[in-house]
T-cell receptor
Framework: ETGVTQSPTHLIKTRGQQVTLRCSSQ?????VSWYQQALGQGPQFIFQ???????GRGNFPPRFSGLQFPNYSSELNVNALELDDSALYLC????????????FGEGSRLTVL | AQKVTQAQTEISVVEKEDVTLDCVYE???????LFWYKQPPSGELVFLIR??????QNEISGRYSWNFQKSTSSFNFTITASQVVDSAVYFC????????????FGQGTTLQVKP
C-alpha cells in the first residue's frame, strides 16, 4: 500500500512569486485535504477536494487554490507569495466522506524570502 | 466557536515516567469527533486515536490511554512508562458535525523524553 507522498520536500521562493505543491494520495483514497502549519503552531485547514470538486475551505484568501485530478492526486497553488506563507504544507488523504482517519504526507516546507 | 486548547506547550520527562497531555475542546455540536495525532521530526502526522462524542468509554492501547470527559470537555492522553521514541509533538484535534475532513487542531504539546 502506497502512502501519501508530497513534492517538493523543501523549496525557497521570493515574495510575489507563485508556487505549486503536489500530493499523491494513498491508494484507494478519493479525498484530499491541505493544511498549512506555521512554525510552532498546529496545522490550519486550507481546503478539501472530493472527487475533483472543492468540498470545504478554511479561512484562506483566493490566492490559495487547488486541483484534484482523476487519479485523486492533488495540487496546491499559491499566488503572490507573502512572507507569512512560509510554513509546512501538509496533504492528507482519506476515503469518502470523512470522519475517519486522515493519512498525512511528510509535507512540503516552503520558505518565502 | 470551535476550538481546541492544549495548554501545555512543552513537557520534559525522564524515561519510564508516566505523562499526561491535556486537551480541552469547545463546540456547540452534539455530534463531533476527537483525535490525537503524533508528529515526529520527519513532519508527517500519525493518527493515534479517534473518539466520537457518544462514546465516553476510556480506551487503552498498549502504553497509551485516553480519558474522554464530556462534562469537562476534555480528552486527555496518557503515556505510561514513557520511552525516548515517544518524543514528538502531539496534537489534539476536533471535527465538528458535518465538517468532513476539516480537522481543528490545538497548538500542540512538545514532549521530550530523556534517557
Amino acid at each position: 500500500e502506497t502512502g501519501v507522498t508530497q513534492s517538493p520536500t523543501h523549496l525557497i521562493k521570493t515574495r510575489g512569486q507563485q508556487v505549486t505543491l503536489r500530493c499523491s494520495s494513498q491508494s484507494g483514497h478519493n479525498t484530499v485535504s491541505w493544511y498549512q502549519q506555521a512554525l510552532g503552531q498546529g496545522p490550519q485547514f486550507i481546503f478539501q477536494y472530493y472527487r475533483e470538486e472543492e468540498n470545504g475551505r478554511g479561512n484562506f484568501p483566493p490566492r490559495f487554490s487547488g486541483l484534484q485530478f482523476p487519479n485523486y492526486s492533488s495540487e496546491l497553488n499559491v499566488n503572490a507569495l507573502e512572507l507569512d506563507d512560509s510554513a509546512l504544507y501538509l496533504c492528507a488523504s482519506s476515503s469518502g466522506h470523512f470522519t475517519g482517519e486522515l493519512f498525512f504526507g511528510e509535507g512540503s516546507r516552503l520558505t518565502v524570502l | 466557536a470551535q476550538k481546541v486548547t492544549q495548554a501545555q506547550t512543552e513537557i520534559s520527562v525522564v524515561e519510564k515516567e508516566d505523562v499526561t497531555l491535556d486537551c480541552v475542546y469547545e463546540t456547540r455540536d452534539t455530534t463531533y469527533y476527537l483525535f490525537w495525532y503524533k508528529q515526529p521530526p520527519s513532519g508527517e502526522l500519525v493518527f493515534l486515536i479517534r473518539r466520537n462524542s457518544f462514546d465516553e468509554q476510556n480506551e487503552i492501547s498498549g502504553r497509551y490511554s485516553w480519558n474522554f470527559q464530556k462534562s469537562t470537555s476534555s480528552f486527555n492522553f496518557t503515556i505510561t512508562a514513557s520511552q525516548v521514541v515517544d518524543s514528538a509533538v502531539y496534537f489534539c484535534a476536533l471535527i465538528p458535525s458535518g465538517n468532513t475532513g476539516k480537522l481543528i487542531f490545538g497548538q500542540g504539546t512538545t514532549l521530550q523524553v530523556k534517557p
